[in-house]
């Protein structure tokens, strides 16, 4: 019953590093998200995937890359860590034919 | 790209007033989500409206789709400590803009007991 988790809660990395932000839903959702949150910015949308192996860009995709090989998982992954990209990450998932969506607890993340 | 302009950018009130809050947009939308953020947790849906001019209420909460289609309020009665936090619109349009929500970029409520 645990809905919609991320892995790991809080990271520290350097710049330069590769960093994987995991994302794990047990509805069985067909959509997937994922979001930056930062001050003066709101929730701006990275990647999304309507099904396992359908992915497309969102709002802000530069730097960042996801799979989704399997339907409950959806990893992003940070190739080479910029300071710019230092923010609180949220998954966040939906069914076919709703709106709702229902987010993860975040991932703070800070790029030294 | 398409903007929800959310109103007030902050409030700060004490226990047991009303609160208002609303956001605009230029376009047409199908659906409208209220979202309440508390710090270090991600949003958690309040209430989903789905036809222009749709009343609805969640506890204290009530929301409303404008009948334009363009426009929302959120409404928190006799407000309460536990109701601070961070309230965000947004909207959709339809599968055909690839599924996605637009968001506000949120209301912070601050309660004074």
């Known amino acids: 019953d645990a809905g919609i988790t991320q892995s790991p809660r809080y990271k520290i990395t350097e710049t330069g590093r590769q960093v994987t932000l995991m994302c794990h839903q047990t509805?069985?959702?067909?959509?997937m998200f994922w979001y930056r949150q930062d001050l003066g910015h709101g929730l701006r949308l990275i990647y999304y995937?309507?099904?396992?192996?359908?992915?497309d860009k969102g709002e802000v995709p530069d730097g960042y890359v996801v799979s989704r090989s399997k339907t409950e998982n959806f990893p992003l992954t940070l190739e080479s860590a910029t300071r710019s990209q230092t923010s609180v990450y949220f998954c966040a998932s939906r069914g076919f034919g709703i709106y709702e969506q229902y987010f993860g607890p975040g991932t703070r993340l800070t790029v030294t | 790209g398409q903007q929800l302009n959310q109103s007030p950018q902050s409030m700060f009130i004490q226990e047991g007033e009303d609160v208002s809050m609303n956001c605009t947009s230029s376009s047409i939308f199908n659906t409208w989500l209220w979202y309440k953020q508390e710090p270090g947790e991600g949003p958690v849906l309040l209430i989903a409206?789905?036809?222009?001019?749709e009343l609805t209420s969640n506890g204290r909460l009530t929301a409303q789709f404008g009948i334009t289609r363009k426009d929302s309020f959120l409404n928190i009665s006799a407000s309460i400590p536990s109701d601070v936090g961070i309230y965000f619109c947004?909207?959709?349009?339809?599968?055909?803009?690839?599924?996605?929500?637009?968001f506000g970029e949120g209301t912070q409520l601050t309660v004074n007991p």
């Open positions: 409206l789905y036809k222009a001019g």
């Open positions: 995937s309507a099904a396992a192996d359908i992915t």
């Open positions: 947004a909207s959709g349009r339809g599968e055909t803009s690839g599924s996605r929500l637009t």
């Open positions: 509805w069985s959702h067909s959509y």
